[in-house]
């Protein structure tokens, strides 16, 4: 999820620069599968950033932190009651455990710009107490660096929720979508 701030890494003067927190956006997507898949619920998770930088110099770098229990589950399609538990579920022990590893941290490795206003990032992903490598593909786009990610919520040490005994569980993979402005 925290793979976003890796966009800074085509701003033209040569400086560090706060990310706008108020101004990015940070999504993650979670689908559900198994037999009886209809009944689940796919899930929008708004993950404000709490802070980031930029460093667009000779040794281009972006690091991102989010806290873990400020996300958001975004499901209009259920119940207030339903949302509240999904919110619940997310936060607690079963899957962030936001209480015992508050932050989600992305600092980049190395930033290669492989055509005009796009780069691929690489960086250490922290997450859920595991650190891993992870790759962004970033595209900047009126004024504002935008990309996304796919991980895999095991690689991180989280099961994916499952009830009903498996009849309708949430796939492993995850999908991290952003929007990142800089601080002018």
Request: charged share 25%.
């Amino acid at each position: 999820m925290v793979l976003t701030v890796l966009l800074g890494a085509g701003v033209t003067r040569a400086e560090k620069r706060a990310i706008d927190v108020a101004h990015s956006v940070l999504k993650i997507r979670v689908y559900k599968s198994g037999l009886f898949s209809a009944f689940g619920h796919e899930h929008e998770i708004i993950a404000p950033i709490a802070q980031g930088t930029v460093d667009d110099s000779e040794n281009p770098a972006v690091e991102l932190v989010v806290e873990a229990g400020k996300l958001e589950v975004k499901d209009f399609e259920v119940s207030p009651k339903d949302r509240a538990e999904i919110q619940r579920t997310m936060l607690g022990a079963q899957v962030l455990d936001s209480g015992r590893y508050p932050e989600i941290r992305f600092r980049s490795t190395r930033i290669e710009k492989t055509d005009n206003n796009r780069w691929t990032v690489e960086g250490s992903l922290s997450l859920h107490g595991e650190t891993h490598l992870v790759q962004v593909a970033v595209t900047k786009k009126d004024g504002k660096y935008e990309g996304g990610a796919s991980l895999k919520q095991r690689a991180f040490g989280i099961a994916p929720v499952s009830v009903a005994g498996g009849a309708v569980k949430v796939k492993d993979e995850i999908k991290i979508e952003f929007q990142l402005v800089l601080a002018q």
